[in-house]
């Protein structure tokens, strides 16, 4: 007979589910139960026996007979008691681990004597022997089979796996040709197939689980949809690009490649130099800019016909000048066109600095339609001199009454001027939104009281009293100004913090600032792990000096006690002479009710009374310094620890000493406590500066009793901090 192939296997499995797939449906049968869980594997407790002779017996008869077997590894717990173990029973045990030998071990061990069996003599003795002999190889027995029949199931699950997996595909496949039923998932990702009544039925499995076909069809909606949004663009695109308007052109060349051309007084958006740029057919003034340059001519007047392209040329030659100053245009129309005597000088957007020669001005803004406020200002541009011109509001244009010059017949001009630029305009009691050096326009004629200020500066004379009238085309008012302020540096260390002078907040950690001759009030913001300074009040003078430091106080703070209220990590444990700290919560420090202060206290002393040497308690405290923390500064490390006269057994003398580490660095290593447990208080603790011990970063403090302790420490809390 020829041996069956895997490929053979595989459809008779597929041909069994789908025939049993068949009769289910027709009958509509109940789905049968889930199997029965394999019975867990069980493990006798082997007790020790009482008599030390046993014991030694039964230790050197399973090392004898499970060390024969392969299966059993040998294995001790922490306590170095040893037991023989299956890989199945260490799957799930915790507290033995697997010994493994170092070369040096197995070396040794292979010219090493066998350890012999204990001596025994009476026949009582060996019929134990044999009858523990017996126990110990039935129950190696008995345990390596549990262990082949644990093989051989995980070797049928495999198998399983397969199985149901194949399962799985065919009834997809069965159910996904039956009409009206769909497949549903729940929340551990079972699946079972429904019809709709079925599916409202039952409340657990509520999720649908598209098929391959609907995932496709989804997908390929989700494309379609993509593709027809390109398509509507493109056609928009080709539908805007299609429309042809009745266009004029215009070719502007010039000796310069760089300069901005104006239409109509309008910046013409997206022009490149040597290309046409498309006009309305008609009437247009052409003008082309450039910073630092003039144009010939200054502007020209074409006329384009439809589909007609004209051409013009501009010659633009530097400005050369010796005497120059700035002048500054603001106003809330960036569109709008800029007027210097008489010339246009482009918008405001693009040209509203502009550098012109020393001499007189009058600035004017046009914006169709509109009017600025005020309709014009005229003033005088001295060298290195910077004038701001601002124009605050536009209104519909109306017309007035004016004279031959262009100004109000009633109205006349007011210049006014400081040695300190930039100072507030006082006319008549009323503060104006200019600042010198500035032409106040539209003054009515007449007697006007003029003032100006600036904060921390003295003015002479405090106000000037001018006269109006039709004689004179401009007034002027000049004022002195003298400081009264200093310029200081206001900084803190060693951490940045907010600085408030008389109340206002005006900036973190270093500010340059300039204050009034006088007293003020210097206030410091909060920060994290550090004190402000106390209000302080300064006085600046003439020659005070220019620069005052202000120190924070480190306030950083960590405590520890035993009712678990630290705000830090506090872990308990032992220590044995390799002085590596052991954690645990069975052996190491205890805790106890301390009746003096109504608080519980750790007692430290030894960790094992029946080892030896019995180890020592510790705390093992763990603290973390920020980045920011200047270590500079002291750091103490505080500890309310008290002798006690609770001696150790077998012990007459009392000694409660206690050692202290630091990040493995050994601070004290025997300290006898200050005070007795008798003298217990917030006032009585031992003190240590610890700061040139720490870094930033995680950091591990050690306390724990010495080789030298004979009675125990209490230890109430433990604090970092401030000394």
């Given at each position: ?91 799930g045990e915790y507290e033995f681990y697997p010994v493994e030998e170092t070369r040096f071990e197995r070396f040794k061990k292979r010219f090493s004597k066998k350890a012999s069996l204990p001596k025994i003599d009476s026949p009582e003795q060996k019929k134990r022997m044999e009858a523990m002999r017996k126990e110990i190889q039935e129950d190696a027995k008995k345990r390596i089979q549990q262990f082949e029949a644990r093989k051989q199931a995980m070797m049928k699950s495999k198998t399983s796996e397969i199985e149901q997996k194949i399962y799985q595909e065919e009834i997809d496949k069965f159910y996904s040709r039956k009409k009206g039923y769909k497949k549903y998932i729940n929340h551990l990702n079972e699946t079972r197939w429904m019809t709709k009544e079925e599916h409202k039925n039952q409340d657990e499995f509520i999720d649908e689980v ?514």
């Amino acid at each position: 007979m020829a041996k069956k192939t895997k490929r053979d296997i595989e459809k008779e499995l597929r041909e069994k589910i789908q025939n049993e797939l068949h009769q289910k449906f027709k009958q509509t049968q109940d789905k049968p139960g889930p199997a029965s869980p394999e019975p867990s594997l069980t493990m006798d407790d082997s007790s020790f026996i009482k008599e030390q002779e046993e014991r030694l017996l039964r230790l050197s008869l399973e090392e004898e007979i499970y060390g024969k077997y392969p299966e059993f590894v040998y294995c001790e717990n922490h306590l170095n008691e040893a037991r023989w173990l299956t890989p199945a029973e260490l799957e799930g045990e915790y507290e033995f681990y697997p010994v493994e030998e170092t070369r040096f071990e197995r070396f040794k061990k292979r010219f090493s004597k066998k350890a012999s069996l204990p001596k025994i003599d009476s026949p009582e003795q060996k019929k134990r022997m044999e009858a523990m002999r017996k126990e110990i190889q039935e129950d190696a027995k008995k345990r390596i089979q549990q262990f082949e029949a644990r093989k051989q199931a995980m070797m049928k699950s495999k198998t399983s796996e397969i199985e149901q997996k194949i399962y799985q595909e065919e009834i997809d496949k069965f159910y996904s040709r039956k009409k009206g039923y769909k497949k549903y998932i729940n929340h551990l990702n079972e699946t079972r197939w429904m019809t709709k009544e079925e599916h409202k039925n039952q409340d657990e499995f509520i999720d649908e689980v598209e098929t391959p076909a609907q995932i496709w069809r989804r997908r390929g909606l989700i494309a379609l949809a993509v593709l027809g949004g390109f398509a509507l663009i493109w056609l928009v695109s080709v539908y805007n690009s299609s429309e042809i308007e009745d266009k004029a052109y215009v070719l502007v060349s010039s000796n310069e490649a760089k300069g901005q051309l104006y239409i109509d007084k309008v910046l013409a958006a997206g022009y490149t130099e040597g290309q046409v740029y498309a006009v309305t057919p008609g009437e247009h003034e052409i003008a082309l800019l450039r910073e630092g340059f003039s144009s010939k001519p200054k502007y020209q007047v074409i006329t384009a016909a439809k589909n007609d392209t004209v051409a013009v040329h501009f010659t633009m030659e530097a400005k050369e000048f010796d005497a120059s100053g700035m002048v500054r245009v603001s106003a809330p129309y960036p569109d709008a066109g800029i007027i210097v005597n008489g010339e246009f000088h482009g918008t405001l957007e693009n040209a509203g600095l502009l550098i012109l020669p020393e001499g007189n001005y009058t600035i004017i803004l046009e914006k169709p339609g509109y009017a600025a406020n005020p309709p014009q200002q005229t003033f005088r541009l001295s060298t290195c001199d910077t004038v701001e011109m601002s124009f605050t509001r536009c209104w519909l244009r109306n017309t007035g009454k004016q004279d031959s010059s262009g100004r109000n017949s009633e109205w006349d001009l007011l210049e006014v001027r400081s040695n300190i630029k930039n100072a507030d305009i006082y006319l008549d009691g009323q503060k104006t939104m200019y600042k010198t050096d500035y032409i106040l326009q539209r003054i009515p004629l007449g007697s006007h009281i003029v003032r100006v200020e600036k904060k921390g500066y003295k003015v002479y004379p405090e106000e000037q009293v001018v006269r109006l009238n039709r004689k004179e085309k401009q007034s002027t008012a000049d004022f002195t100004l003298t400081s009264q302020v200093r310029r200081v540096t206001l900084n803190t260390k060693p951490v940045s913090g907010d600085i408030f002078v008389d109340g206002r907040l005006l900036g973190n950690g270093e500010v340059n600032v300039s204050l009034a001759l006088g007293e003020h009030d210097i206030r410091f913001g909060e920060t994290t792990l550090y004190k402000p300074p106390a209000v302080k009040k300064i006085v600046i003078t003439e020659d005070s000096p220019q620069r005052l430091t202000f120190t924070y106080i480190l306030n950083y703070n960590v405590f520890f006690k035993p009712d678990q209220k630290s705000n830090t990590v506090v872990k308990t444990g032992y220590l044995f002479s390799d002085n590596i700290f052991h954690q645990s919560n069975k052996a190491g420090p205890e805790t106890e009710l301390n009746k003096t202060i109504n608080e519980k206290v750790w007692k430290l002393g030894y960790a094992f009374q029946y080892r030896n040497p019995p180890g020592e308690d510790a705390l093992l405290l763990n603290i973390f310094i920020p980045a920011n923390l200047d270590l500079s500064q002291p750091l103490a490390l505080k500890l309310w620890i008290y002798k006690t006269k609770d001696l150790y057994p077998l012990i007459l003398k009392a000694g409660s000493y206690y050692s202290v580490n630091i990040n493995q660095y050994v601070l004290r290593k025997s300290i006898l406590p200050g005070h007795s447990e008798k003298e217990i208080g917030n006032a009585n603790y031992d003190s240590f500066l610890i700061n040139e011990f720490l870094h930033p970063g995680n950091n591990q403090i050690l306390i724990k009793t010495t080789t030298s302790t004979n009675s125990y420490v209490m230890l109430w809390k433990a604090q970092v901090g401030r000394p």
